[in-house]
């Protein structure tokens, strides 16, 4: 078979993903905390970059004062324009990076506005160190740890402890099979028995047990006095304790309800996780990206920009910049430019992002007005292709707006991603309500339930269509559990 060079021509298209388009896309993902990191270290990297100092007026001045110019991005950035870019079409040029860029105009204009480059604030050396004002919690593996160096052991047992302490979950509980920790720790199972034992000894009381029978039974041992019921029911009848069936303990055990009620009540005091109390118990505070509030009849969107910085171009820069076109720097010039370019890109991302959280905040607004003025249960069904169509953009764009970031209502406090949910149609045949608005409708029943008389998922299949919703059992079981709540014979309650 012959073989021969030939030349073609082929026309295709390709989508380039630039690195201003990347960090476009990035910047649009990121909550407001996440974005303020970002632009930091992009001032820290980028010289060009500083803050714009906070006018007079706008120092005292809280979402809830804004107005609805004021809380419109396009608004701001029209406002906003003139103290880093002053004509669109130069900074078009400028990203571009044309080469017939006017930049002596443009360092011009920069030059009109009075500014000064901030200066550092002195440290103050009488305050401690950063080191100084740190805590740290002791951790569970640390208090086991320091327990275990108390005890009198051979080096292979002290090996085996260091190794089941280092396979124990959050809850206290051992993750690994103990033969296989002896065998690493190269000690027969039995003698691992006895120092899994000491162990479980340790505080907290019942830690390394291997489920919660053990646990319990560990905590039981040590009551003063021993309560033998308590101890027989938790080895043989933790089951029927579970399912609160007490008249079948009672009369497993030949004993009157009333001894097991109150044996019961002794457990439900035991520690059914001992690791617990050393679990990282910090709270988590949720800052909002935006504020919706009612004014009049009319809701108005606020955007959270406290603690964002207001970027402009340094002046000191500027001044280069002019230095470097008169004595024709090549090499500072180009350093310029490609820094007033990265700049300038990221203010315009900023700007875009910002305009475009406003427009699919205030899409999601129309569409559920009366989820805004009445709650949970009037949250009507909505996809992310809904809002991509009122606002011309793609659903993905969508998802990244949408993803962790929350809104701050008149109603509390949610991810915007909360707004879109699926269907559930109703029983007539009418306006289908959103899948979040059953799920409140289950709770408040579950809620005001008679704790001795629970309602089954039955039950509340028959409530739910007798307010005109149509769904199935297993429907209510799977929403139940997404809610983390009790199937009824668990939350039955008799003592």
Not at 147 to 164: C, F, N, P, R, Y
Not at 215 to 224: D, E, G, V, W
Not at 333 to 338: A, H
Not at 374 to 387: A, F
Request: hydrophobic content about 35%; aromatic content about 6%; some cysteine.
């Amino acid at each position: 078979m012959a073989l021969e060079i030939k030349q073609s021509l082929r026309l295709s298209q390709q989508l380039v993903m630039t690195p201003q388009l990347q960090q476009a896309i990035k910047l649009l993902q990121l909550n407001r905390m996440e974005l303020a990191e970002v632009v930091n270290q992009e001032m820290m990297e980028n010289p060009v970059l500083e803050e714009l100092a906070e006018t007079p007026e706008g120092e005292n001045q809280t979402p809830a004062d804004a107005t609805a110019e004021n809380a419109d991005p396009e608004a701001e950035q029209r406002r906003d324009e003139e103290s880093f870019v002053k004509e669109k079409p130069q900074e078009e040029q400028l990203v571009a990076g044309k080469d017939d860029f006017n930049w002596e105009s443009y360092v011009e204009e920069f030059n009109s506005s009075s500014s000064s480059a901030p200066s550092m604030r002195e440290i103050n050396e009488e305050l401690p160190s950063f080191e100084n004002v740190l805590t740290k919690t002791t951790s569970l593996e640390d208090h086991l740890a320091w327990q275990l160096s108390m005890v009198t052991m051979t080096d292979a047992e002290k090996k085996l402890g260091e190794l089941i302490i280092g396979n124990l979950s959050d809850d206290g509980y051992l993750n690994a099979n103990l033969e296989d920790v002896a065998k690493e720790a190269k000690i027969e199972l039995e003698d691992a028995e006895e120092v899994l034992k000491i162990i479980q000894n340790f505080d907290p009381l019942g830690v390394g047990s291997r489920n919660l029978q053990e646990c319990l039974a560990i905590q039981a041992k040590f009551m003063n006095p021993r309560q033998p019921l308590v101890e027989q029911i938790i080895e043989h009848h933790l089951g029927d304790l579970e399912r609160k069936n007490y008249q079948s303990v009672a009369k497993a055990l030949g004993v009157p309800l009333d001894r097991i009620i109150e044996a019961t009540r002794l457990i439900l005091e035991f520690e059914p996780k001992p690791g617990r109390s050393f679990h990282a118990s910090d709270t988590q505070y949720i800052t909002p990206d935006i504020y919706v509030y009612k004014v009049a009849e009319e809701f108005v969107i606020v955007l959270n920009e406290d603690g964002m910085p207001k970027l402009r171009i340094s002046p000191y820069y500027k001044n280069i910049l002019a230095a470097a076109q008169k004595d024709q720097n090549k090499v500072t010039k180009e350093y310029v430019q490609d820094k007033l370019r990265s700049a300038v890109w990221l203010i315009r991302s900023i700007h875009n992002r910002q305009k475009t959280i406003y427009k699919v905040t205030e899409a999601i607004v129309r569409r559920q007005r009366d989820f805004f003025e009445k709650g949970v249960q009037h949250l009507k069904p909505m996809i992310l292709k809904d809002v991509a169509n009122d606002i011309g953009m793609h659903e993905s764009t969508i998802s990244r707006v949408t993803t962790n970031k929350f809104v701050h209502t008149p109603v509390g406090i949610f991810e915007l991603k909360y707004f879109f949910n699926s269907s559930i149609n109703a029983a007539d045949g009418s306006d289908s309500l959103a899948s979040e608005a059953v799920k409140e409708k289950i709770r408040q029943m579950i809620q005001k339930e008679d704790p001795k008389n629970p309602l089954s998922d039955q039950k509340i299949v028959e409530l739910l269509r007798a307010d005109n919703i149509d769904i199935a059992r297993r429907t209510v079981a799977k929403y139940r559990d997404m809610l983390g709540i009790l199937s009824s014979g668990k939350r039955k309650k008799i003592i």
